[in-house]
């Protein structure tokens, strides 16, 4: 029997399995697919399994639900920073080995705060063809490849619809994209709210925090908002995103949120 916990990060839900003991002898990526299914599994978006680390606390696997494995995930890595300091695998002010990078983190009650690697790959007014239709979008990289597209009227747009085209375009081959549909809420209280489409998972999910990392700093850039910037995620619970920028290159990146570990099972 191997035990798993649950777990939720506005809104985004994650299965962590402690496998630093090597329990898992399958193939994580055939579990994930099983655990993460809604219907017949235990239910989320990934798979987090916590490891030995030679260079950090502990490293972070995050497979996403139908199989596939990611460099890294803002929202997973603050679950993640949770569960190893509650299990006492870590420190309050943690250090993360994640495919990404050196993150590190820090928890505080229910908040989880973590810094993520520098934004690279920025990519400012790409044109994307699509049905003959063209749409304006930029591009960021933080951690994980994301397509930010800003938008009038966030509640109008067909995530499901639009977000494959965009996450499957050629512009962004052969790994594709996540897409962030975004929306500038109030500029002067450097608000912005999100919709994201999650490559890996394939729908629309309630948050995404490297989703809302990526939004922010191309926000900040193109409206001139300013550090700590709130994100309003389809949850409708909020993120912040604080930064450091000049001439639009970003650094000392750090997301911040609520997250929870929900219960604890285990399963044959």
């Given at each position: 029997?191997?035990?798993?916990?649950?777990?939720?990060?506005?809104?985004?839900?994650?299965?962590?399995?402690?496998?630093?003991?090597?329990?898992?002898?399958?193939?994580?990526?055939?579990l994930?697919?099983?655990?993460?299914?809604?219907?017949?599994?235990?239910?989320?978006?990934?798979?987090?399994?916590?490891?030995?680390?030679?260079?950090?606390?502990?490293?972070?696997?995050i497979?996403?639900?139908?199989?596939?494995?990611?460099?890294?995930?803002?929202?997973?890595?603050?679950?993640a920073?949770?569960?190893?300091y509650?299990?006492?695998?870590?420190?309050a002010?943690?250090?993360?080995?994640?495919?990404?990078?050196?993150?590190?983190?820090k928890?505080?009650?229910?908040n989880?705060?973590?810094?993520?690697?520098?934004?690279?790959?920025?990519?400012w007014?790409?044109?994307?063809?699509?049905?003959?239709?063209?749409?304006?979008?930029?591009?960021?990289?933080?951690?994980?490849?994301?397509?930010?597209?800003?938008?009038?009227?966030l509640?109008?747009?067909?995530?499901?619809?639009?977000?494959?085209?965009?996450?499957?375009?050629?512009?962004?081959?052969?790994?594709?994209?996540?897409?962030?549909?975004?929306?500038?809420?109030?500029?002067?209280?450097?608000?912005?709210?999100i919709?994201?489409?999650?490559?890996g998972v394939?729908?629309?999910?309630?948050?995404c925090?490297?989703?809302?990392?990526?939004?922010?700093?191309?926000?900040?850039?193109?409206?001139?908002?300013?550090?700590?910037?709130?994100?309003?995620?389809?949850?409708?619970?909020?993120?912040?995103?604080?930064?450091?920028?000049?001439?639009?290159n970003?650094?000392?990146?750090?997301?911040?949120?609520?997250?929870?570990?929900?219960?604890?099972?285990?399963?044959?």
């Amino acid at each position: 029997m191997i035990k798993f916990t649950k777990s939720v990060a506005t809104g985004n839900d994650f299965i962590i399995i402690d496998n630093r003991s090597s329990v898992l002898s399958g193939d994580p990526a055939v579990l994930a697919k099983k655990l993460c299914d809604r219907f017949y599994g235990v239910g989320a978006d990934g798979l987090l399994l916590v490891e030995k680390s030679d260079s950090a606390d502990f490293r972070m696997r995050i497979f996403n639900s139908d199989g596939s494995e990611a460099e890294m995930c803002g929202n997973g890595s603050r679950c993640a920073a949770l569960y190893a300091y509650i299990k006492k695998i870590a420190p309050a002010d943690m250090k993360i080995e994640t495919m990404a990078g050196i993150l590190s983190a820090k928890v505080q009650g229910e908040n989880v705060k973590v810094k993520l690697t520098d934004p690279k790959e920025i990519q400012w007014n790409l044109c994307l063809m699509i049905h003959e239709c063209p749409y304006k979008v930029n591009f960021a990289n933080t951690g994980v490849p994301h397509v930010i597209h800003f938008v009038n009227d966030l509640e109008a747009i067909k995530v499901n619809k639009l977000g494959p085209k965009m996450r499957y375009h050629e512009e962004f081959s052969p790994h594709g994209a996540n897409v962030d549909f975004v929306k500038i809420t109030d500029k002067k209280k450097n608000k912005i709210a999100i919709r994201t489409y999650e490559r890996g998972v394939e729908n629309e999910t309630l948050a995404c925090g490297t989703g809302a990392v990526a939004s922010a700093i191309i926000s900040a850039e193109a409206e001139k908002l300013l550090s700590p910037v709130t994100v309003e995620t389809k949850s409708g619970e909020v993120l912040k995103v604080y930064f450091e920028s000049h001439e639009g290159n970003f650094k000392n990146v750090y997301l911040e949120g609520k997250a929870a570990l929900v219960y604890e099972g285990v399963m044959p």
